[in-house]
Every structure is written in C-alpha cells, then in structure tokens.
C-alpha cells in the first residue's frame, strides 16, 4: 500500500474532522489518521460503499470514516436500509453476518475477518441441536453475538437492546436464551418465564467487578454508573442503568450526570466526550481485543480490494436470516 500524506488538500478536507477526537488523538497522530481518513472517505464515494461502525471503534473510524454508527440492532437495522453496492461493517464478524443476511445481494466486507467474539466462540451448532433434544419444544431465542451458523439453528435473535421484549413476545412459559449467561439472567430476573441458558460470556465485561464499581463511587462524588447487560449480576446491582451500548448514550444524552461511569468497552467515552462537554466521562480500561482489529489501515486496504467478503452458504443463509428477520418483526 503506497504511503499517504498529510498534504494541504488532506488538510484542508479531514482536519474538520479532528475537533470530534482531539481530546484523544494527538496531533502525531492525527497526521496519519488524517490522510487514511481522506483516501476512505475519497474511496467510499466512489465505489458507493457504506461504513457501518459499531460504538466500540475507535474515535478515528467512529468520528472519521462510519456513515452510520450503532449498536448490533441500530446497525441490523441501517444494514436493511442501505441503498449503497457495497456495506463495510466495522466491528465484529457476527456483525458483518448479520449485514450479509439482511442483504444477501450486496457485497459485505469485514476488514479483519479474524474480528470475533468470545460470545460466538462459546457455543456450536451442535450444542443448540443437544438442548432441543433435551429440552423438546421450548422455543430458542440466540443473542445475536453468534455465528450465522448458530442462528441457523434457533427460532428467533436479540440484542442487548430488545433482549426482554424478544423473550416476552414467545407465547411459551420456558425460553433458551443463548449464549451468555449474564444477559439471560438480566432477562431472567425481569420475566416471569422460565430461561434456561448456556455458559458463555463476554470477555471483556465480565473482568468487570462490583467492588471495582465500589472502589470507583469512593473515590468520585457524585457518579453515575451505567453498565452493559453482558456484566455480571453484582455489576448490575451496583449500577444505576443497563442497558445496550446505544441506550447507553441515549442515558447520556437525556441525563447529562455530572460524572459518569461508562462499564463497558473503552472507547465508548472516548467516542462520546466530545458531545457532551458538561459530562466527566471516568474512564474503565477494559477492551474488546476483537474490535480494536479493525483499523484505518485495513478498512482502506479492504476498499481497495473489496474484500474480505463475508459469505454464508444458501442453506444457513435462508434459516439463519428467518432469526434475524423475526427479531426485527418484533415491535
Ligand atoms: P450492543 O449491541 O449493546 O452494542 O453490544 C454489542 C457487544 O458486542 C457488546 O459487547
Ligand atoms: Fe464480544 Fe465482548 Fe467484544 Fe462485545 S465486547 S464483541 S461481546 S468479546
């Protein structure tokens, strides 16, 4: 890949953009973020491609180059209405599936296929058809932090975002609630239903602990601390909110606490600090290691070659886009 410049044309289109992160990106730093920021901005026109970014990028891609930025639901969501040839998804491959099924005529790229999820490890194929066996006729709702593969076997998906109302649309007393064990007991703990659920969590929220929350409100007066439904039980007690990572910034947005405490991914407050200038965002320094794989390099590299493309065989395609379908049914 040919080496790109900070010339006065870069200059003078991408610096507007450096406002939104300069609390962050230090103007080094700047100088070769900008000129990727240039050259993708430049490529996305031309090819017609969309850049669907997941909150947990990195202010570079979040505040450089996305089009549209989201949780899995907000970018499910937009992945349907897109109008572009070609979806970038930068975040996660099960969030690059999920676009692949929703648009199975487009052209998906992942610019890091190796972007997975500790969630999507957790489980197979195999162990969904074991608990059906076992537990014949209860319905199975797959959080959507999965592979395709999976959901082919499941009768509905959900996110962190509408994970309750999923489960409370089943006309069923018993659900599966697949993967994670945390989020199935946040719903568990809100629905009379019975859940029965797997042993999978995520490897980033669950290091979270409720005497760190502890230690956190101790030293600033004052906080506020909302937490990610995928951290355990006591994380959720000690905490004032859960909920996805855009009910998150909703929360921000229509409390603006003086202090806030942001228990998820890291760049979620390094994303958000600069819209809200009245808030003190505390910061927690656990990272997805995932995430953090796509970078302005291989998003520029992946428009250049237009792949990696994600591709999904017919037979998982039709069962497992039936899951993600059903989920956006639900109103
Ligand atoms: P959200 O859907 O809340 O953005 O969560 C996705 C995720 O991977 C959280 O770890
Ligand atoms: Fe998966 Fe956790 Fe990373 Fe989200 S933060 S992508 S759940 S490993």
Redesign the pocket.
């Known amino acids: 890949m040919p080496v790109i410049e900070y010339t006065k044309e870069v200059k003078r289109i991408a610096d507007p953009l450096y406002e939104k992160m300069k609390h962050v990106v230090s103007e080094v730093e700047w100088s070769v973020y900008a000129a990727y920021i240039y050259s993708i901005n430049q490529l996305k026109k031309e090819k017609n491609a969309v850049i669907l970014a997941?909150?947990y990028m990195t202010p570079q891609i979040f505040h450089g180059i996305a089009d549209i930025t989201g949780?899995?639901?907000g970018l499910a969501r937009e992945a349907v209405n897109t109008e572009a040839d070609i979806i970038i998804v930068c975040g996660?491959h099960f969030m690059a599936e999920t676009a692949k099924l929703l648009n199975p005529d487009k052209i998906v790229i992942i610019p890091d296929p190796a972007a997975g999820?500790s969630l999507a490890e957790s489980i197979t194929p195999e162990d969904v058809r074991t608990l059906r066996v076992k537990y014949p006729g209860v319905p199975v709702v797959t959080y959507v932090?999965t592979s395709a593969d999976v959901k082919a076997e499941c009768d509905i998906c959900c996110?962190?975002?509408n994970a309750l109302k999923i489960v409370e649309s089943l006309e069923s007393d018993r659900v599966i609630f697949l993967p994670d064990r945390h989020l199935a007991s946040y719903v568990a703990y809100r629905t009379e239903k019975e859940i029965i659920t797997w042993t999978g969590s995520?490897e980033?929220?669950e290091k979270f602990t409720p005497a760190e929350i502890d230690r956190f409100r101790e030293s600033v007066p004052e906080l506020t601390v909302i937490a990610?439904p995928?951290c355990p039980p006591g994380v959720l007690n000690a905490s004032d909110y859960a909920g996805?990572?855009?009910q998150m910034i909703d929360f921000v947005e229509m409390k603006q606490p003086e202090n806030i405490l942001m228990v998820t991914?890291c760049s979620m407050s390094d994303n958000l600090t600069s819209s809200f200038p009245n808030v003190n965002f505390i910061r927690p320094y656990n990272m997805?290691p995932h995430m953090k794989l796509i970078t302005l390099e291989k998003v520029l590299k992946s428009l250049e070659d237009l792949g990696p493309v994600v591709e999904i065989s017919d037979n998982v395609a039709e069962r497992a886009g039936l899951s993600v379908e059903r989920m956006l049914a639900v109103k």
């Open positions: 997941h909150n949780d899995s639901l996660v999820c932090n996110t962190s975002g995520c980033v929220h990610h995928e996805s990572t855009a991914e997805c």
